[in-house]
């Protein structure tokens, strides 16, 4: 694949359609963010021509998006079969400032697998590319390819318990032999089972803890800032790194979100950081705030009362003060 000269190109176009790092490196976000803060030149990203795919540059993304920006510089390639994509972006990363780790490689090869490469091929082409010795590359496919059992035996599993598939169905659907999977379901008796509602009150109290901690420190800075103990710089500051916190924590989910989503046959459209979520908000509330206006409006027609008190004569007095008002009361009573 060959790079042509470097265009600017907008972030809303780009698609992330796969991935070939398990995660981002929340430290080279934040350097390629204060890059962008700075304007300093960045190496250009990698995308196809047509239609945006991210082949190369996750990490130059996600921080040109936390410093605001709505272009960055980037390569177009021709259009190619996703397995040649994925093959280049992990190409691009091997020798690069930041190699991938085994974590990542793992994540590239079970993308390879998963799209129905085979072995072989596997280590052809990444041998070929890379100049990765045969031994690692074997090593690794062996673990992901244990891994990848597992996955399916425990899909299986959820196909039986939940999905209303019997015993051989969900083994001939996953590929997984009958027996192991029976003794899987058999071991499950055993264990209590996790749930949703475990999982969400688990994470509740997790955040109820950091909840509260922000709010003590908040209470305090306040506190001593009347005090006079803290100047009104410091007591921003540290509200801003909370601010900053709790937007990294919402890229953190939203990244493993779309990450997730791209594994799933029906993948759903994932809102980014709390920009777009706290605009999708203020659309509805407008809509509701909006209806509630119109039916007081017209309920509140018969409500005439300013206008008959402006008319009545009788509230025109031309003399004025309590004395004289007294004065005419007396003549009003003789």
Not at 149 to 158: D, F, G, N, P, S
Request: proline share 5%; net charge positive; charged share 30%.
């Amino acid at each position: 694949m060959t790079h042509r000269k470097a265009v600017p190109i907008k972030l809303s176009q780009i698609q992330e359609t796969f991935f070939v790092r398990a995660e981002l490196n929340e430290g080279r976000v934040q350097f390629f963010r204060e890059m962008f803060e700075a304007d300093a030149d960045v190496d250009p990203i990698i995308v196809t021509r047509k239609t945006f795919q991210l082949v190369s540059g996750r990490h130059r993304c996600a921080g040109a998006t936390a410093a605001g920006k709505e272009e960055i510089i980037g390569f177009l390639i021709d259009e190619a079969p996703l397995v040649d994509l994925i093959v280049e972006g992990f190409k691009s990363n091997v020798g690069g400032p930041l190699p991938p780790s085994p974590a990542d490689f793992n994540h590239t090869l079970r993308l390879l697998l998963e799209q129905g490469v085979s072995r072989r091929r596997i280590l052809d082409m990444l041998g070929e590319s890379t100049g990765l010795p045969r031994k690692l590359l074997i090593r690794h496919l062996d673990d992901v390819q244990s891994d990848m059992a597992k996955t399916r035996l425990a899909r299986a599993v959820e196909a039986v318990t939940d999905g209303g598939f019997s015993v051989p169905q969900a083994a001939k659907e996953h590929e997984v032999e009958e027996s192991t999977l029976r003794a899987r379901l058999k071991g499950l008796r055993t264990k209590p089972e996790l749930g949703l509602d475990a999982v969400k009150s688990r994470l509740t109290g997790k955040f109820k803890g950091f909840s509260s901690t922000n709010a003590k420190t908040a209470k305090s800075l306040i506190e001593r800032f009347k005090d006079g103990d803290v100047t009104s710089e410091l007591v921003r500051g540290v509200f801003a790194h909370m601010q900053h916190l709790i937007r990294k924590a919402d890229r953190v989910v939203a990244d493993y979100l779309n990450r997730f989503e791209v594994l799933t046959p029906n993948p759903r459209p994932v809102w980014g950081a709390l920009e777009g979520s706290k605009g999708k908000v203020k659309q509805q509330r407008a809509k509701v705030s909006t209806k509630p206006a119109k039916k007081e409006a017209k309920v509140s027609k018969p409500r005439r009362q300013p206008k008959e008190a402006k008319m009545a004569k009788p509230r025109k007095p031309t003399v004025s003060g309590l004395a004289k008002m007294g004065l005419t009361a007396s003549r009003r009573d003789s």
